[in-house]
């Protein structure tokens, strides 16, 4: 089955990568906030892999 919130926080990050620049800004906020909701109860690999969606989206700002 997974972690929902893990593969919640995977789809928002790939909703805010390809979001218009108009929807950019409240994209990558909620795909940070998934990332964030999503850390406490993953796996260290999971929290990995959080971390680098974290990093992506701090370069699309």
């Known amino acids: 089955m997974g972690n929902r919130l893990f593969q919640e926080a995977r789809r928002f990050v790939e909703a805010a990568k390809s979001a218009s620049p ?17 850390y406490a109860n993953s796996t260290a690999a999971e929290q990995s892999q959080l971390q680098e969606m ?7 700002r």
Do not use: D, I
């Open 54 to 60: 974290q990093n992506e989206l701090e370069q699309l």
């Open 22 to 38: 108009a929807e950019e800004q409240a994209a990558v906020e909620k795909a940070k906030n998934a990332v964030s909701s999503a």
